[in-house]
């Protein structure tokens, strides 16, 4: 046993220290880099190309901005929410994310001027001749996504059109409901239902776009404004040369996707991310579980110590991490804490503390309860024999007690590999990540979903099956 | 000197008071008997010996030790006390012979080597020589009662504490646990033995100490206790048992 545990820690050791010290070096070059957060489901704004580039025309244009006025970006997938609140508590330096300019988000955040001229469009059933304009929709349903622009405009036509709205908070299933025939038509931005309809989701676009709000590109108020300017500047340019329109025309005038859409064809297109994804999880899932084992045993004794100090230490910590929720502790590390002291911390290193701290207060729980079911009288053997407590509980109780927790332990190996998925939320690109950006541009959702899930399922039978084997051998008395 | 010295010793969990002030001594190669009906307090009395229950007041004392004294470090002084209990206690992740050498080597009273060799040798005295490497899930009763008792010994111990050691073993495997007992009275241990066995207690006290509702009621050798009772409660006690 000995003679694993050296190699083990500085594996582990490493593995945290590549973590940290990428994030500790961007804060040291001398040549200024300013990181983006952007969204990662928002084709044809932000999304991943099968080899897992991003791309989409932010990302094009930042690009092409950044060229031509010589200075460096680091793009950051987060997703829409979780990029805004980055660029609030100043873990980016700016946004750009299809985020439509407005008065309230102008108090917070200083804009550049307009990128895109957005605007909502209708889109019916490809085929569907019947409804040409809007007096058509009379009596019919429309569907909406909440929150949009494209909602709001439904809303404020549907008396005067006569149509009912049904309300989505997904595209996919908003979508899927306008091709099932549920909902007659669906309202939304023009770029993304361009894209959609190129790439062959089924619907296709009736109307000409109703002018709306414009995307812009944001900073934290009174923060980089040399970047603003910078940015306005190469985007007038851009506007200039042409290239601009280039960007644009790449993506809303693009050919129909060629890619095969059947499940043995998606896999075959994802499965490098998806594998990517697959060990980001399992990298998650494994090192956080060594950290919690180190702290479920550390906080455990303390629960089982007669001195009253170390007992409350051990209740305080399981009862914050098990009495809220996993993604509030993932936002409050990651956004929160950095935010009030400022600093900046690294998504991977948050989610890790997060898992690390929140699996730490089950495992305490664990490996109570492993100590507490070890016989009474294998410790007053043991102290009478002269052993001391430290010793006799190292000695005696815990190899014992860690025998009885080995079901428990691969418990939450499950438990903490399926709460890796909420790490998703603040941008991690582990499994459901992936799943999250492949779907934003092949929207398949179906498919992909049933993809990711058999990943989970699989990898988690494995694991039960050893757990059974295990305790098979432990009733057996073998282990 | 007395060996071991017990003065006004009193014990209670929460309002139930075990021990009510209880004085005896133990002199030095004395094999004593404590006896009495369940719940009359004797095995709480031989865990305040070692202070394995923590005592509530009065005096315990061993050499010139007071063990009741919070300055004494009590693991030093278990050290030199070996006990036995009723349920055995063995380490079943561990071999016979790393039960048995395990405290003499993580308390560093011997190299590997020597626990080892010591081991050996107690295995041979309780007979259980072939069993060194057998677990203790492998092992009858009797033969891990056995095993305890050469645990308790590898401490080279002064005194043993026996906490009825043959209560939970089959009748025919008390024979071969009290024989081993047994022994070491002939060898001058310092012996304080509960026990339900009379026979056994008649056969190899010194001194038998009959106890009853937290207070020893009667106390004197064997032929006294067991032939002449001068109380009724001892009395009434041995025409249930005998």
Redesign the interface.
């Known amino acids: 046993m000995r003679k694993f545990r050296q190699p083990l820690m500085i594996a582990l050791m490493t593995l945290l220290l590549s973590f940290i010290a990428p994030f500790a070096q961007a804060a040291t070059t001398d040549e200024k880099t300013y990181q983006i957060a952007t969204d990662i489901t928002f084709a044809p704004f932000e999304f991943q190309e099968t080899n897992g580039e991003y791309v989409g025309i932010d990302i094009d244009l930042l690009n092409a901005i950044a060229e031509d006025q010589g200075f460096k970006v680091e793009i950051k997938p987060l997703g829409f929410n979780a990029a805004v609140q980055a660029l609030e508590s100043k873990q980016v330096d700016g946004v750009i994310a299809g985020m439509s300019i407005t008065d309230e988000r102008k108090n917070k955040f200083d804009f550049s001027d307009p990128y895109f001229d957005s605007g909502v469009v209708m889109a019916v059933k490809e085929g569907n001749d019947e409804i040409k304009e809007y007096k058509d929709l009379k009596g019919k349903k429309v569907a909406v996504k909440t929150g949009t622009e494209g909602a709001s405009f439904a809303t404020s036509i549907k008396d005067k059109y006569g149509f009912k709205i049904v309300t989505f908070d997904d595209s996919a299933n908003m979508y899927d409901d306008v091709k099932t025939g549920n909902s007659t038509a669906v309202f939304d931005d023009y770029p993304v239902l361009a894209y959609g309809a190129n790439q062959g989701n089924g619907l296709e676009l009736v109307t000409e776009k109703e002018s709306g709000g414009s995307y812009g590109f944001a900073v934290s108020k009174g923060q980089n404004p040399e970047l603003i300017q910078q940015f306005n500047e190469g985007l007038s340019n851009l506007k200039e040369s042409g290239e601009y329109d280039k960007i644009l025309d790449t993506y809303l005038s693009a050919p129909k996707s060629d890619e095969d859409k059947g499940v043995i064809g998606l896999i075959k297109s994802s499965y490098p991310s998806l594998l990517k994804g697959l060990g980001m999880t399992l990298m998650l899932t494994v090192v956080s579980l060594i950290i919690a084992s180190i702290l479920g045993i550390v906080f455990g004794l303390c629960r089982v110590a007669k001195n009253k100090a170390l007992n409350m230490l051990g209740s305080i910590y399981v009862d914050i991490f098990r009495g809220t929720p996993l993604i509030v502790q993932a936002f409050f590390f990651y956004f929160g804490v950095p935010a009030a002291l400022d600093f900046r911390i690294s998504a991977i290193t948050a989610g890790l503390l997060t898992l690390s701290l929140n699996a730490g207060a089950y495992m305490a729980e664990i490996v109570r309860g492993g100590i507490e079911s070890v016989d009474k009288g294998q410790m007053e053997a043991a102290r009478s024999l002269g052993l001391p407590y430290k010793k006799a509980m190292a000695k005696v109780v815990l190899p014992q007690a860690i025998t009885l927790m080995i079901p428990s332990f691969i418990n939450q190996f499950i438990i903490t590999l399926k709460d890796t998925s909420i790490l998703s939320i603040i941008g991690i690109n582990e499994l459901t990540q992936s799943g999250k950006i492949i779907i934003a541009r092949n929207l398949e959702s179906f498919n992909m979903w049933l993809i990711v899930g058999l990943m989970y399922f699989i990898i988690i039978m494995i694991l039960t099956k050893v757990s059974q084997r295990l305790e098979r051998r432990i009733q057996n008395g073998k282990a | 000197m007395a060996k071991l010295k017990v003065n006004q010793l009193k014990k209670s969990y929460g309002s139930l008071e075990v021990l009510k002030g209880i004085d005896l001594e133990v002199q030095e190669g004395e094999v004593v008997c404590l006896i009495g009906p369940s719940g009359s307090g004797k095995s709480t009395l031989l865990r305040c010996m070692?202070l394995?229950e923590e005592v509530n007041g009065g005096e315990v004392m061993i050499d010139h030790t007071l063990l009741t004294d919070k300055k004494v470090n009590i693991?030093?002084v278990?050290?030199?006390?070996?006990?036995v209990?009723q349920?055995f206690?063995?380490?079943?992740?561990l071999s016979v012979l790393d039960n048995i050498t395990?405290?003499p080597i993580?308390?560093k009273k011997n190299t590997k080597a020597e626990a080892k060799e010591i081991a050996l040798k107690l295995l041979d005295r309780v007979g259980l020589a072939d069993k060194a490497n057998a677990?203790p899930?492998q092992l009858s009763g009797g033969q891990k009662q056995r095993v305890?008792i050469a645990?308790?010994l590898a401490?080279n111990p002064d005194i043993m504490l026996f906490d009825e050691p043959t209560s939970a073993l089959d009748p025919e495997m008390v024979g071969e646990v009290l024989a081993v007992i047994q022994q070491l009275a002939t060898e001058g241990m310092t012996m304080v033995i509960v026990t339900h066995e009379m026979g056994f207690a008649r056969e190899v006290a010194n001194q038998v100490i009959f106890m009853d509702g937290g207070l020893v009621v009667e106390k004197g050798t064997p032929a006294e206790v067991f032939t002449n009772p001068t109380h009724p409660r001892t009395q009434d006690f041995l025409d249930k048992v005998l």
């Open positions: 070692n394995l693991n030093k278990r050290e030199n006390i070996g006990m209990f349920h206690n063995l380490f079943p992740h395990l405290s993580e308390l677990r899930a305890a645990r308790a401490m």
